[in-house]
């Protein structure tokens, strides 16, 4: 089956624009949960939605924020982007969530501030 | 101090060596992940323990909750096996509240030389 699929790869934004970014989970996972990598602070929870609602949400400014579709479908959006959000961004999907199950991830989104 | 502490940070070994990788954790947790990245960014996910041993091919993976602290062994280590090995914690579900999203170590890079 399909796997995880993160739409764009790579990105490049000048500061104080805003940015979407698109996480298609496998089929049947309801659970997708996003994550920020960068060299200096490594990998971090942003946020894990379910079915639609945001069940869990890392230690990330209100400029992060994120939503889920009905068919499981997940974005994330920065606004006012800042040069410190420069960073590989990874979605991954799981059946119930990073308790109770292995996560899939996606390749990641390469994002670029200016 | 990080919650989730790995070691070690690097690590050079020969073809054919015995490696362990250690991960120690200060929380509660459900479930901890054991991770593995290669250059290019591309997550796998090796292993979700919540008790006891796991054991896939030429990896195993331990976990002693009374202790906090798990293990990733990898026998008969080769070059393919070279990459960041990356645990993370699931936090535990307490009374009251949803549980938070994975909090990661740092990762180890790990060379195995032909």
């Known amino acids: 089956k399909a796997g995880v699929t993160q739409t764009p790869r790579y990105l490049i934004k000048t500061r104080g624009q805003q940015v979407t970014l698109s996480c298609s989970p496998i089929?049947?996972?309801?659970?997708v949960s996003w994550y920020q990598q960068t060299p200096g602070q490594g990998l971090q929870f942003l946020f894990e939605?379910?079915?639609?609602?945001?069940?869990n949400k890392g230690n990330f400014p209100g400029r992060f924020s994120g939503r889920q579709f009905s068919n499981s479908r997940s974005e994330m959006n920065v606004s006012t982007l800042e040069l410190g959000d420069s960073a590989l961004y990874l979605c991954?999907?799981?059946?119930?969530?990073?308790?109770?199950?292995?996560?899939?991830f996606g390749e990641g989104s390469r994002l670029t501030v200016l | 101090k990080n919650e989730v502490e790995q070691s070690p940070q690097n690590l050079t070994a020969q073809e054919g060596e015995f490696i362990t990788i250690n991960c120690s954790y200060s929380?509660?947790?459900?479930?901890l992940h054991w991770l593995q990245q290669h250059p290019g960014g591309g997550i796998v996910s090796l292993f979700m323990?919540?008790?006891g041993k796991k054991k896939h091919g030429r990896l195993i993976a331990t976990i002693n909750i009374q202790e906090k602290h798990s293990s990733l062994h990898i026998t008969a280590s080769h070059p393919r096996d070279s990459a960041v090995y990356i645990c993370?914690?699931?936090?535990?579900?307490?009374?009251?509240?949803?549980?938070?999203?994975?909090?990661f170590g740092k990762g180890t890079h790990l060379i195995i030389q032909p």
């Open positions: 991954a999907s799981s059946l119930g969530g990073p308790n109770t199950g292995e996560l899939f």
């Open positions: 089929s049947g996972h309801r659970s």
């Open positions: 929380v509660g947790i459900s479930a």
């Open positions: 939605y379910f079915s639609e609602t945001q069940r």
């Open positions: 993370a914690a699931s936090k535990a579900m307490y009374s009251g509240g949803g549980a938070d999203g994975l909090t």
């Open positions: 323990l919540s008790s």
